[in-house]
């Protein structure tokens, strides 16, 4: 497949709501694949299509236990609060304190439409937060408390 470009802080285009997803075509299942393979590259555990320039209601999610597709997710039921970094591939180099529900209960649909519903904790719970708020055209610098701060990966402190 393709690495796609993602799209950064500052482009309109992450500030736009997308649109629903009606029917899952060819160019679908290749900008699906797309942009698990961009996520990937980055080395990101998510992914939404506004980061790559499409405005589409789809999000790609891997925390290290396989990818999760969801097109036209729903947050249907949170619980609990957690406090702790957060990136995004789109604010590249930056990270920031941010406080989301520690549980989260998603609806949405597969790549065949088909109706799936995922729950998760901790770390997936941040990353449905996250990538779905950014269908909506939210960033996470918007909820950071406090400064946002330079990130260096790889280097040891």
């Known amino acids: 497949m393709a690495i796609r470009t993602i799209r ?3 482009d309109e285009v992450l500030e736009k709501e997308c649109k629903e997803v009606t029917k899952v075509s060819l160019r679908t299942k290749i900008l699906i694949n797309d942009m698990l ?3 990937y590259e980055a080395m990101g555990v998510g992914l939404a299509a506004p980061q790559v320039g499409i405005l589409k209601r789809i999000v790609v999610i ?3 236990e396989g990818p999760i597709v969801l097109i036209n ?5 949170t619980a609990g609060e957690q406090t702790g970094e957060e990136g995004c591939l789109s604010v590249p180099g930056k990270s ?8 989260v209960k998603v609806r949405a649909y597969d790549e065949d439409m088909e109706e799936v519903e995922y729950e998760g904790e ?3 719970a941040r990353a449905f937060c996250h990538e779905i708020d950014h269908l909506s055209g939210k960033l ?3 909820l950071v408390e ?3 701060h330079e990130v260096n990966y790889g280097e040891e402190d």
């Open 140 to 142: 996470y610098v918007d």
């Open 146 to 148: 406090g400064e946002l």
């Open 73 to 77: 997710p729903e947050i249907i039921e």
């Open 37 to 39: 393979d961009t996520m």
């Open 8 to 10: 950064e802080y500052g």
């Open 62 to 64: 891997d925390i290290g």
């Open 122 to 124: 901790g770390l997936l």
């Open 96 to 103: 920031g304190l941010v406080t989301r529900p520690n549980y």
